[in-house]
């Protein structure tokens, strides 16, 4: 029942991304409005065939907007992501594989530092400090975030090195890299990739709130975030300029959030590892 | 028990030494003289260059940026021990007064939006899982994955729009008044329950999965009875939620308190950027790091109190 | 399981919210105390019309006012702290500019040039402070002392002046330069003229003489303000005033829309299409008198070529600027001085029109021409442009960079903190950036500050010949109708140069409910939020 449930979630969530990472990726090939071309005649002009999600307060038409804004929203979250769980799962592993070494040691005291950072908090420090870009905040994320990934890895690596067939490699003389390339990493694939899942969907939910504060993206490059604080000023007489950025965040979270539900159904059925 | 506490709790204060540095170490890598954005945006005519130059010289000494580094972290530091996060750039006030006087509206909002995220949590919680695999179980399952999709100051809007603007059911203003407590504490509480909710849930369905819970019910025991037992270990097993809910809503309630103009911790950080007041937002960033360093620290000890199994089941599940 | 045990973490919660709970409500509950006190002694007619605005059957005699930021300390030494005290009513200036620009007299009664060097200010005899001292001119020396000594903001308007008291109503003032108009300085609002012998940490020893005294005070939140029973001129209609922070914008919008408040304060223009829209709020919104400029870098080679800094300005449409970056509510600039009212004769005295043929000329003679896909070109190198902005000027930026890429000119912008901004100045390494200087003040003060060699406004580095010719000129100018012959000249000479390219007054919104009448709308809004005609009307 359980595994049923969970593959049903995984493909809704995975048909919804493909939906929608479809146009947003092949958006530059699509005949589309340019996404910074103003027509001061169109300023924020409601729903039509030639305006799908209507036009901004400069008349640029919200729907190739809120595509291109899709590209540098996703890319941007993922290669942030993706760098703090590299940099996470290799130190994680060391760290379990080298357990109680002055490594591991060092390591778990740095995280715990870091751990005392709430992400919102640093990454308005960061902002403050060196400037409100849409760079300043993925380098906060991938300072803070590659803690999660290096504390699950760790864990996991550490459990299986109990288990008897790492120790028989160990006494057949395999190097230890060797042993947690092949042995010890693959374990922890799964539970990363549940994780890392989870993490996207949060990680979009925190830069649009930054960028709906005016600490993320800054224009005329198309974000969601600021997509939303821009049309903030227009949510009462013209909703719709909230419409496209809103609905696709939804979307986009509530994807990967299934996707990661029907992960965790399949590969850790049991809640193991808590992610 | 008691040594494991004190060892617990210098740990918490090296973590807290360390993340002074931290902060100490980013604020001298940031880009712009202090002194002089202090004094540029007081500025609306230039002055002459020797009076400025002068005036320049006397901030640095006013604002302790002489000197090396190291003596440099001594004295703030030093300064810290002693309660004083510095005068702001902006105001001209003491940050700590400052803080002190926003932290009771952080608390509060923070508090009642745990309640109420507490309250939601149990409730639904308790009904999806005694009602495992029915509709009602589903529905409740769907809707915290799309609420946790919801960014929050979407929510907030909306919730603004339609109770303050068009119901006039609330008053928008400045004030930490308790009138105005319900709407952004009943956002907050709304983004934080399909955490709770399932917790509560996956934990209520474990616990009557388990052995005594099932010879219970087959001695006859009331199931009412048997559920009050079972909740009593699911609500133990939230405290670590609870914690970082806290935490959460001390640190990230920066949009929430935006949008509804309360005037906590969040909108006092916000200024603080807008102004680039180092010292509000040093002082700020050093106020959550210990509220987050204290609630850990809490945590720990109400498990280490109140069972001393769990703790060490926690411990194994996280450090091994 | 043990039952106390369990009870711990919600005994937990509960002592949090206890904590939160008392240290907000106490707070809460003096205001109440305080506001009840207040409308007792101020308006026993209506005395609790002031709890609910907008509810009461009445017509409310409580204003509330919702400002981006209110002060921070009640001391007028303290940054922007005379601003806010003068713009809601509680503190007062020698001299003030009125909604066209004339300096009237305001605790002064006149004022005298004597000599090129000398000024003789008489003091309105009936001027008294809170506490009922009078405001004599050993009290007016006294507290620009005070301001001199502990507000660096007041030094530009008076480091050049030295105050004495020649008898009680009369001030006599040297000036350091020749032809200084005084009243002028005098009227910046940090002069504000205060007892120098009161202490300003409480509101109960604070000591000025504006119309509304200070009642209640929460730094940066909320100040209460009732009338100045004693005070010499008309007393204000309306008993009580409540100045209250909400920094974001959007719920200062809302606020004003709900009627939770009754002026709404430094709105965003991209408010006004949605205030607009509504008939429970009327818009003010006068333009300041500042000038929104883009000031290029000539120290870049690009924009040495006078040619090319022209065509940028040609290149520009500025009634689409101000349509699409400040929803049309304010006028083109064509020439820096002229969003003074003073100067508003030579708003479009150099670049009349928008004009992108001439623009193309201008950009083909220096030799950037446009490649196969229009992009302009010069050597192998693309015409490039990049512009910082900050703040509210994200709009203006976008606009621009959009206009100047129909040129072929290839834009990009910066949108960040002023910092940002300050760093590339230090460093030199910058194209463009936008900025908008106060243009009221003296003509001369104002041109030296932005087109001399040493002025600390010259951004750019523009140093020419005949520019500072007409600058000396003008200082040496000793009569009024040649000193603005003078300006206007040098204003447009300067134009023609096109060091900085002016574009439009920034426009102040500030949203009034229909409920209030007699708001007035002027260029200084910072400090004109209140006058005493304000009053409640039904709508």
Same mark, same amino acid.
């Given at each position: 029942?359980?595994?049923?449930r969970g593959?049903h979630?995984l493909?809704?969530?995975?048909?919804?991304?493909?939906?929608?990472?479809?146009?947003?990726?092949?958006?530059?090939?699509l005949?589309?409005?340019?996404?910074?071309?103003?027509?001061?005649?169109?300023r924020?002009a409601?729903?039509?065939?030639?305006?799908?999600?209507?036009?901004?307060?400069?008349?640029?038409?919200? $729907?190739t907007r809120?595509l291109?804004g899709?590209?540098?929203?996703?890319?941007?979250?993922?290669?942030a992501?993706g760098?703090?769980?590299?940099?996470?799962?290799?130190?994680?592993?060391?760290?379990?594989?080298f357990?109680?070494?002055?490594?591991?040691?060092?390591?778990m005291?740095?995280?715990?530092?870091l751990l005392?950072?709430?992400?919102?908090?640093f990454?308005m420090v960061?902002a !403050?400090?060196?400037?409100?870009?849409?760079?300043?905040? +993925?380098?906060?994320?991938?300072?803070?975030?590659?803690?999660n990934?290096a504390?699950?890895?760790?864990?996991?690596?550490?459990n299986?090195?109990?288990s008897?067939?790492?120790?028989?490699?160990?006494?057949l003389?395999?190097?230890?890299?060797?042993i947690l +390339?092949?042995?010890?990493?693959?374990? !922890?694939?799964?539970?990363?990739?549940v994780?890392?899942?989870?993490?996207l969907?949060h990680l979009i939910?925190?830069?649009?709130?930054?960028?709906?504060?005016?600490?993320g993206?800054?224009?005329?490059?198309?974000e969601w975030?600021?997509?939303?604080?821009?049309g903030r000023a227009?949510?009462?007489?013209t909703p719709?300029?909230?419409?496209?950025?809103a609905?696709?965040?939804?979307?986009?979270?509530l994807?990967?959030n299934c996707?990661?539900?029907?992960?965790r159904?399949?590969?850790d059925?049991?809640?193991?590892?808590?992610? | 028990m008691?040594?494991r506490l004190?060892?617990?709790?210098?740990?918490?204060l090296?973590?807290?030494?360390?993340a002074?540095?931290?902060?100490?170490?980013l604020?001298?890598?940031?880009?712009g003289?202090?002194?002089?954005?202090?004094?540029?945006r007081?500025?609306?005519?230039?002055?002459?260059?020797?009076?400025?130059?002068?005036?320049?010289?006397?901030?640095?000494t006013e604002?302790?940026?002489?000197?090396?580094?190291?003596?440099?972290?001594?004295?703030?530091?030093?300064?810290?021990?002693?309660?004083?996060?510095?005068?702001?750039?902006y105001?001209?006030?003491?940050?700590?007064?400052?803080?002190?006087?926003?932290?009771?509206?952080?608390?509060?909002?923070?508090?009642?939006?745990?309640l109420?995220?507490?309250?939601?949590?149990l409730l639904i919680g308790?009904?999806? !899982?005694?009602?495992?695999?029915?509709?009602?179980?589903?529905?409740?399952?769907l809707?915290c994955?799309?609420?946790?999709?919801?960014p929050g100051?979407?929510i907030?809007?909306?919730l603004l729009?339609?109770?303050?603007?068009k119901?006039?059911?609330y008053?928008i203003?400045?004030?930490?008044?308790?009138?105005?407590l319900?709407l952004?504490?009943?956002?907050l509480?709304?983004?934080?329950?399909p955490?709770?909710i399932?917790?509560?849930?996956?934990? $209520?369905l474990?616990?009557?999965?388990?052995?005594?819970?099932q010879?219970?019910?087959s001695?006859?025991?009331?199931t009412?009875?048997?559920?009050?037992?079972?909740?009593?270990?699911?609500?133990?097993?939230?405290?670590?939620?609870?914690?970082?809910?806290?935490?959460a809503?001390?640190?990230?309630?920066?949009?929430?308190?935006?949008?509804?103009?309360w005037?906590?911790?969040?909108?006092?950080a916000?200024n603080?950027?807008?102004?680039? %007041?180092?010292?509000?937002?040093?002082?700020?960033?050093?106020?959550?790091?210990l509220?987050v360093?204290?609630i850990h620290l809490?945590?720990?000890? $109400?498990?280490?109190?109140?069972?001393?199994?769990?703790?060490?089941r926690?411990?194994e599940?996280?450090?091994? | 399981m043990?039952?106390?045990? +369990?009870?711990?973490?919600l005994?937990?919660?509960?002592?949090m919210?206890?904590?939160g709970?008392?240290?907000?409500?106490?707070?809460?509950?003096?205001?109440a105390?305080?506001?009840?006190a207040?409308?007792a002694q101020?308006?026993?007619?209506?005395?609790?019309s002031g709890?609910?605005?907008g509810?009461?059957e009445?017509?409310?005699? /409580?204003?509330?006012?919702?400002?981006?930021?209110?002060?921070?300390a009640l001391?007028p030494v303290q940054?922007?702290?005379s601003s806010?005290l003068?713009?809601?009513?509680?503190?007062?200036?020698?001299f003030?500019?009125?909604?066209?620009?004339?300096?009237?007299p305001?605790?002064a %009664?006149?004022a005298?040039?004597?000599?090129?060097?000398?000024?003789e200010?008489?003091l309105?005899?009936?001027?008294?402070?809170?506490?009922g001292?009078k405001?004599?001119?050993e009290a007016?020396?006294?507290?620009?002392?005070?301001?001199?000594?502990?507000?660096?903001?007041?030094?530009p308007?008076i480091q050049?002046?030295?105050?004495s008291a020649?008898?009680?109503?009369? $001030?006599?003032?040297?000036?350091?330069?020749?032809n200084?108009?005084?009243?002028?300085?005098?009227s910046?609002?940090?002069?504000?003229?205060?007892?120098a012998?009161?202490a300003?940490?409480?509101?109960?020893t604070?000591d000025l003489?504006g119309?509304y005294?200070v009642?209640?005070?929460?730094p940066?939140?909320?100040?209460?303000?009732?009338?100045?029973?004693?005070?010499r001129?008309?007393?204000?209609?309306i008993?009580?005033?409540v100045?209250?922070q909400?920094?974001?914008e959007?719920?200062?919008?809302?606020s004003?829309?709900?009627?939770?408040s009754h002026?709404a304060?430094?709105?965003?223009?991209?408010a006004i299409?949605?205030?607009?829209?509504e008939d429970?709020?009327?818009?003010?919104?006068?333009?300041a008198s500042?000038?929104?400029?883009?000031?290029?870098?000539?120290?870049?080679?690009?924009?040495?070529?006078?040619r090319?800094?022209?065509?940028l300005s040609w290149?520009i449409?500025?009634q689409?600027?101000?349509?699409? !970056?400040?929803?049309g509510?304010?006028?083109p600039?064509?020439?820096?001085?002229?969003?003074?009212?003073?100067?508003a004769?030579?708003?479009?005295?150099?670049?009349?029109?928008?004009?992108?043929e001439q623009?193309?000329? +201008?950009?083909d003679?220096a030799?950037?021409?446009?490649?196969?896909?229009?992009?302009?070109?010069k050597?192998? /190198?693309?015409?490039t442009?990049?512009?910082?902005?900050?703040g509210?000027?994200?709009a203006?930026g976008?606009?621009?960079?959009?206009?100047?890429?129909?040129?072929?000119?290839q834009a990009?912008?910066?949108?960040g903190?002023y910092?940002?901004i300050e760093?590339?100045?230090e460093?030199?390494?910058?194209?463009?950036?936008?900025?908008?200087?106060?243009?009221?003040?003296?003509?001369h003060?104002?041109?030296?500050?932005?087109?001399?060699p040493?002025g600390?406004?010259?951004?750019?580095?523009?140093?020419?010949?005949?520019?500072?010719e007409?600058?000396?000129?003008?200082?040496?100018?000793?009569?009024?109708a040649?000193r603005h012959?003078?300006?206007?000249?040098?204003?447009?000479?300067?134009a023609?140069?096109?060091?900085?390219i002016?574009?439009?007054?920034?426009?102040q919104?500030t949203?009034?409910?229909?409920?209030?009448e007699?708001f007035?709308?002027?260029?200084?809004?910072?400090?004109?939020?209140v006058?005493?005609?304000?009053?409640?009307?039904?709508?």
């Amino acid at each position: 029942m359980n595994s049923r449930r969970g593959s049903h979630t995984l493909v809704f969530g995975m048909v919804m991304l493909v939906l929608l990472a479809v146009p947003i990726f092949a958006a530059p090939w699509l005949s589309l409005d340019d996404p910074l071309a103003m027509n001061a005649g169109a300023r924020l002009a409601r729903p039509s065939l030639e305006h799908p999600l209507g036009t901004d307060r400069f008349g640029r038409d919200l $729907l190739t907007r809120t595509l291109h804004g899709g590209r540098t929203t996703l890319l941007s979250c993922g290669l942030a992501l993706g760098s703090a769980l590299a940099v996470g799962m290799l130190l994680g592993a060391l760290a379990g594989m080298f357990h109680g070494s002055w490594f591991d040691i060092v390591l778990m005291r740095i995280i715990d530092v870091l751990l005392a950072f709430p992400f919102m908090v640093f990454a308005m420090v960061i902002a !403050a400090l060196f400037g409100t870009s849409l760079f300043h905040l +993925l380098l906060a994320v991938v300072i803070l975030w590659w803690v999660n990934f290096a504390r699950l890895t760790r864990s996991i690596v550490l459990n299986t090195r109990k288990s008897t067939s790492v120790d028989a490699a160990f006494v057949l003389g395999i190097s230890p890299l060797r042993i947690l +390339l092949k042995e010890l990493l693959p374990q !922890a694939f799964g539970p990363v990739l549940v994780l890392a899942t989870f993490e996207l969907g949060h990680l979009i939910l925190a830069i649009a709130a930054l960028s709906f504060l005016g600490l993320g993206s800054q224009p005329p490059s198309p974000e969601w975030g600021s997509m939303l604080a821009d049309g903030r000023a227009h949510f009462m007489t013209t909703p719709h300029v909230l419409l496209g950025p809103a609905l696709f965040i939804v979307l986009t979270v509530l994807a990967f959030n299934c996707i990661g539900e029907g992960l965790r159904d399949r590969i850790d059925p049991y809640e193991k590892h808590r992610i | 028990m008691g040594r494991r506490l004190l060892l617990t709790f210098l740990q918490t204060l090296m973590t807290v030494f360390a993340a002074s540095i931290v902060l100490f170490a980013l604020i001298r890598l940031a880009p712009g003289d202090p002194a002089k954005l202090l004094i540029g945006r007081t500025m609306e005519i230039a002055l002459d260059e020797r009076t400025y130059a002068k005036m320049l010289g006397e901030m640095r000494t006013e604002m302790g940026l002489t000197g090396s580094w190291f003596s440099q972290y001594l004295s703030w530091a030093g300064s810290l021990l002693r309660m004083d996060l510095g005068t702001s750039f902006y105001t001209q006030r003491a940050v700590a007064a400052e803080i002190g006087e926003r932290l009771p509206a952080t608390f509060l909002l923070a508090g009642t939006a745990l309640l109420i995220q507490v309250g939601i949590g149990l409730l639904i919680g308790m009904l999806s !899982a005694l009602h495992a695999g029915t509709l009602l179980d589903t529905l409740v399952r769907l809707g915290c994955v799309l609420l946790a999709s919801v960014p929050g100051f979407v929510i907030g809007l909306l919730l603004l729009l339609a109770l303050a603007v068009k119901l006039e059911l609330y008053a928008i203003g400045s004030e930490a008044g308790l009138s105005r407590l319900w709407l952004p504490a009943l956002t907050l509480g709304l983004l934080g329950a399909p955490q709770m909710i399932r917790v509560v849930r996956a934990n $209520l369905l474990s616990e009557l999965g388990q052995v005594y819970v099932q010879s219970a019910l087959s001695r006859g025991l009331g199931t009412r009875r048997v559920v009050g037992h079972a909740m009593r270990n699911v609500l133990l097993s939230t405290i670590t939620l609870i914690g970082l809910s806290l935490t959460a809503s001390i640190s990230g309630a920066v949009v929430i308190e935006s949008i509804f103009a309360w005037p906590g911790l969040g909108e006092y950080a916000l200024n603080g950027i807008l102004h680039k %007041d180092y010292p509000a937002l040093q002082g700020y960033a050093l106020v959550t790091v210990l509220s987050v360093v204290g609630i850990h620290l809490t945590v720990e000890a $109400l498990y280490v109190w109140l069972d001393p199994r769990i703790t060490r089941r926690k411990k194994e599940a996280a450090h091994e | 399981m043990n039952r106390k045990k +369990l009870l711990l973490p919600l005994l937990f919660i509960f002592v949090m919210i206890l904590w939160g709970c008392s240290g907000g409500g106490q707070a809460a509950s003096e205001n109440a105390a305080g506001n009840r006190a207040e409308a007792a002694q101020a308006d026993n007619s209506a005395p609790n019309s002031g709890e609910a605005p907008g509810t009461d059957e009445k017509a409310p005699q /409580e204003l509330v006012i919702a400002d981006q930021e209110i002060a921070a300390a009640l001391d007028p030494v303290q940054p922007l702290t005379s601003s806010y005290l003068i713009a809601i009513g509680a503190g007062e200036t020698l001299f003030k500019a009125d909604p066209e620009g004339k300096i009237r007299p305001v605790l002064a %009664d006149s004022a005298e040039a004597i000599d090129a060097n000398t000024w003789e200010i008489s003091l309105n005899p009936e001027a008294k402070f809170w506490s009922g001292k009078k405001v004599d001119a050993e009290a007016v020396v006294a507290s620009l002392e005070r301001s001199r000594e502990l507000d660096k903001q007041v030094v530009p308007y008076i480091q050049d002046l030295t105050f004495s008291a020649v008898n009680a109503s009369t $001030l006599q003032v040297e000036t350091a330069r020749e032809n200084m108009d005084v009243p002028l300085n005098l009227s910046s609002y940090q002069t504000l003229i205060h007892n120098a012998e009161a202490a300003y940490d409480s509101v109960d020893t604070m000591d000025l003489s504006g119309m509304y005294k200070v009642t209640a005070f929460e730094p940066q939140k909320r100040m209460e303000l009732a009338v100045n029973e004693n005070y010499r001129g008309t007393k204000p209609a309306i008993a009580r005033v409540v100045h209250e922070q909400i920094s974001d914008e959007q719920t200062r919008v809302l606020s004003v829309l709900s009627g939770a408040s009754h002026i709404a304060h430094k709105l965003p223009v991209s408010a006004i299409e949605q205030l607009q829209a509504e008939d429970t709020v009327t818009l003010a919104t006068t333009p300041a008198s500042n000038t929104q400029t883009v000031y290029l870098n000539l120290d870049q080679p690009k924009f040495q070529d006078v040619r090319v800094r022209q065509a940028l300005s040609w290149g520009i449409d500025r009634q689409e600027l101000i349509l699409q !970056a400040a929803e049309g509510q304010s006028f083109p600039v064509t020439t820096w001085l002229s969003s003074n009212p003073a100067f508003a004769e030579a708003r479009s005295a150099v670049y009349a029109q928008y004009d992108p043929e001439q623009a193309g000329r +201008l950009l083909d003679e220096a030799g950037w021409v446009p490649d196969g896909s229009g992009i302009r070109m010069k050597n192998g /190198e693309p015409l490039t442009l990049s512009l910082m902005t900050w703040g509210g000027d994200r709009a203006l930026g976008e606009t621009l960079q959009y206009q100047w890429a129909q040129l072929g000119i290839q834009a990009e912008i910066q949108h960040g903190d002023y910092s940002l901004i300050e760093t590339a100045r230090e460093t030199g390494k910058w194209d463009a950036f936008i900025e908008a200087w106060s243009t009221f003040g003296e003509p001369h003060t104002l041109l030296t500050g932005q087109y001399s060699p040493e002025g600390g406004g010259n951004y750019g580095g523009f140093d020419d010949a005949r520019a500072n010719e007409l600058l000396a000129q003008l200082e040496g100018a000793s009569d009024e109708a040649s000193r603005h012959a003078l300006a206007l000249e040098a204003n447009t000479y300067i134009a023609e140069q096109a060091p900085v390219i002016s574009l439009y007054p920034r426009p102040q919104v500030t949203a009034v409910s229909s409920t209030l009448e007699g708001f007035v709308d002027h260029f200084r809004p910072f400090e004109n939020l209140v006058n005493e005609h304000l009053k409640f009307v039904s709508p």
